[in-house]
């Protein structure tokens, strides 16, 4: 029974597995691109927040 079906569906079935598991990939390399981006700014943004007391410490102190 499993002889009897034509090679091309085995290609085709392949494909379609091949193709699920490369949008996978893709799908959990776009997520850690997407998390390293957003940590980086949020390190920004913490930047910004230290200069800005750092700023306002110095202007009460004068």
Do not use: T
């Not at 290609?11 to 940590?39: P, T």
Request: aromatic share 16%; net charge positive; proline share 2%.
């Amino acid at each position: 029974m499993l002889f009897n079906i034509p090679w091309f569906i085995y290609v085709i079935v392949a494909f379609v597995i091949f193709s699920g598991y490369m949008a996978y990939r893709a799908m959990r390399i776009e997520k850690m691109l997407e998390q390293h981006y957003i940590e980086q700014e949020g390190q920004i943004y913490m930047e910004r927040i230290r200069q800005e007391r750092l700023r306002r410490k110095q202007s009460n102190s004068e």
